[in-house]
């Protein structure tokens, strides 16, 4: 085994974000600015059109980064319990300590890249793909049956579309979703989403949330993933509360329209405002 000295081993205590210009690499001095940001602006082309593409490429940029962010949080995830080799006591810590986006979300992410290819991720980004993904999850939760929702999406818009355009995109997703799913399942609404049918239903008192759990074994179709999403149904305290106190508040005011009734008849029982007419 070999001996690792002292000043190799700083290198790994916590290493440091060097205080260097990122396009050249030259150290630099923290200092208020020298130079108006204005003359920056005029560096700029002058033609709209070009600025334009300087400014959406920033989009594609990030996406790129985010991709490559998450490739590199699974490779360091590759050694068991990596943060404390840069001495760090939890995952957490190591995060917050680089200015890094927290484990849930990095979680998401994971997901996302293990289910579309890199020029998928990069061009419709993160936020697209995760909204796609709830979308059909809604209905579906099965995570074969999911692939090939999301293939079925991208295969129809790519029929009549040679660009990304957001909102048409969102278009084509949510009009499959609605033809395979409620149109067909109408009379099926109350069967819950028990093998993948229809949306859920919660119960008073209940929130759900979405989690990234295990993927299913003996995946068919596409990638084998494995994560995948889920929904986890939770008690909300505060909503909880709430219905007890509508409960309360309908059966006092039931007594006392009772009570009004029987002593003064019928005419006498205020009529109930009509935020209140169908308690």
Known sequence: MTTVGPEARAQWDRPPVPLA????????KLQLRVMSFHVE???????MLEVHKIFTSS????NAETYKMVSAWQKL???????????FQTEAEYLVYYDLPDGATLGRWYVLVSLFDRATFVLLGPDVLYFMTQVVMEYQSDTD????????IFDQYCRVHDSFDKAAFYKVMRGYVEEKYP???AGTAGEGRENGRGRDVLRPGRQKERVVTHAPKGQKVGPTIEFDFAWKERR???????????KAFQEHALLLEGIIRKKLGSKHVPQRPAVLKDL
């Open 145 to 152: 049956t999911r692939k090939n929702d999301y293939q079925a």
């Open 77 to 87: 995830s590759r050694h068991e319990r990596y943060w404390t080799t840069f001495q």
């Open 21 to 28: 210009d990122p396009e050249t690499g030259k150290k630099i």
């Open 236 to 246: 909300c305290p505060s909503c909880a509360a709430k219905i007890t106190v509508i």
């Open 41 to 47: 602006l005029d560096k700029l082309p002058a033609s």
């Open 59 to 62: 989009r594609t940029n990030k």
């Open 183 to 185: 149109k067909r399942q």
